[in-house]
Every structure is written in structure tokens, then in C-alpha cells.
């Protein structure tokens, strides 16, 4: 278990997230930030066209009131592709 020293600013947001009920506890507070960095990781190559030109569709859908249910794995592994093919 890797020993990991914060400011204490983040400290203490890490701490009022608890307190304030936004989450249960510190580590997972910690498993959410490794989970945003991971996901960075794999888009954080996108612009902001991209991502929007990913999201219109949807949003043109739902203001039609065409909501579907998707598969969030589906859509995932849709956008990684498409990331990979992209680079």
C-alpha cells in the first residue's frame, strides 16, 4: 500500500467530503480521485469538439424525448476505440 503525503488543503476537502456526506469515507474519497485520473488518462486527449460531437447525438435524442436505455461498457468501449483510432 503505496504512502501518500497531501497538502493540507487537500486534506482538509478530503475531510469535509466525509463530513459533508459526499462519501463514506477517505479511501473512498481516494479510490474516486484514481478513478477520475484513470478515466483522464484514457480521454484527456480529447478536445472539447470531440467530446461534444460524441455527446450531440444524445442530446438531440433526449430533447426529442427518444430516451433509450444504453450500456454504459458498450458506450465506454465505443469511446476508447474510437480514442485509439483517433491517435
Do not use: C
Amino acid at each position: 500500500m503505496p504512502n501518500v503525503s497531501l497538502t493540507p488543503a487537500m486534506e482538509k476537502a478530503i475531510q469535509d467530503a466525509v463530513t459533508a456526506g459526499e462519501y463514506a469515507s477517505v479511501s473512498e474519497v481516494v479510490r474516486e480521485g484514481i478513478r477520475l485520473w484513470q478515466q483522464s488518462r484514457d480521454f484527456g486527449d480529447w478536445t472539447v469538439e470531440e467530446l461534444r460531437a460524441e455527446l450531440n447525438p444524445a442530446i438531440a435524442e433526449a430533447d426529442r424525448g427518444e430516451l433509450v436505455p444504453h450500456d454504459m461498457e458498450d458506450v465506454i468501449a465505443r469511446a476508447k476505440l474510437r480514442a485509439k483510432k483517433a491517435s
